[in-house]
């Protein structure tokens, strides 16, 4: 069974946002000859490395809500500039659209388990994927999506 890591996504005020950004991540990538991706840069190291790198995901919380994710590809730690240790979380380029699910603001990453990761929202039935964004809101706050 897969782990997750899930993380806010400062800076980015929508999916669209989150889009645009992994894209031209994954056009630097291609342009230095490598496998489209896109990368994150934390502070911690995760410990359960084997276990995220078994299909697990980075899930995205934006504006409160868990909204996206992106496959988890590799986990690098480096030392940087300064002499601090830091971690590259290496991403697929596609962005999966989730269920909203909401959560409070927090520091770094939280572990997450696949019984507790919000569904692809592809996987929720016909027409979700279609419904307005502040409907879907709406409806997972209410609990009925």
């Not at 934390?42 to 995901?57: F, V, W």
């Not at 696949?114 to 039935?125: I, K, Q, T, Y």
């Not at 307005?132 to 999506?145: M, N, S, T, V, Y």
């Amino acid at each position: 069974m897969a782990l997750h890591l899930i993380k806010l996504c400062v800076g980015a005020d929508s999916i669209e946002d989150l889009r645009e950004w992994v894209s031209e991540r994954s056009l630097i990538a291609i342009a230095a000859g490598m496998e489209p991706h896109s990368s994150h840069i934390t502070r911690m190291i995760p410990k359960r490395d084997q276990e995220l790198l078994d299909g697990g995901s980075l899930y995205w919380v934006i504006k409160g809500q868990v909204q996206a994710r992106q496959r988890l590809m590799d986990i690098k730690s480096f030392t940087d500039a300064d002499g601090i240790s830091r971690c590259e979380l290496m991403l697929g380029p596609e962005v999966v659209e989730t269920e909203f699910q909401p959560r409070r603001a927090f520091q770094g990453w939280r572990y997450l388990t696949d019984e507790d990761a919000p569904r692809d929202l592809a996987n929720l039935g016909d027409g979700a994927v279609d419904l307005p964004l502040e409907l879907r809101r709406e409806l997972a706050e209410l609990g009925l999506l």
